[in-house]
Nanobody, 115 residues
Framework: QVQLVESGGGLVQPGGSLRLSCAVS????????MGWYRQPPGKQRELVAS???????DYSDSVKGRFTISRGNAGELVYLQMNSLKPEDTAVYYC?????????WGQGTQVTVSS
């Protein structure tokens, strides 16, 4: 069974940086797109960044110019480089992989931006 595992979250001061990684337990075929979502406390889950199989990227307006999504190699599928972090970036971040037949989710990693 395919499992996605996020890592790289933690506590960081405003203005700091973190790099999230999404590792996969086994091969995933027919990938259409990969993405990072986040769910702030008391709010709905929202799309932060996505990258298609062809390499096209898209970002939410709130993170444009600060976050960068990229594809990984081997067992790590996708990264999210987060710079100039703000307190409002505090959330649980989830990795998502969409194939032609289904979608996979990780269990999430907590990112807390606070001084």
């Amino acid at each position: 069974q395919v499992q996605l595992v996020e890592s790289g979250g933690g506590l960081v001061q405003p203005g700091g940086s973190l790099r999230l990684s999404c590792a996969v337990s086994s091969s995933i075929f027919s990938v259409r797109a990969m993405g990072w979502y986040r769910q702030p406390p008391g709010k709905q889950r929202e799309l932060v960044a996505s990258i298609t199989f062809g390499g096209s990227t898209d970002y939410s307006d709130s993170v444009k110019g600060r976050f960068t999504i990229s594809r990984g190699n081997a067992g790590e599928l996708v990264y999210l480089q987060m710079n100039s972090l703000k307190p409002e970036d505090t959330a649980v971040y989830y990795c998502n992989v969409q194939t032609t037949v289904t979608a996979y989710w990780g269990q999430g990693t907590q990112v807390t931006v606070s001084s």
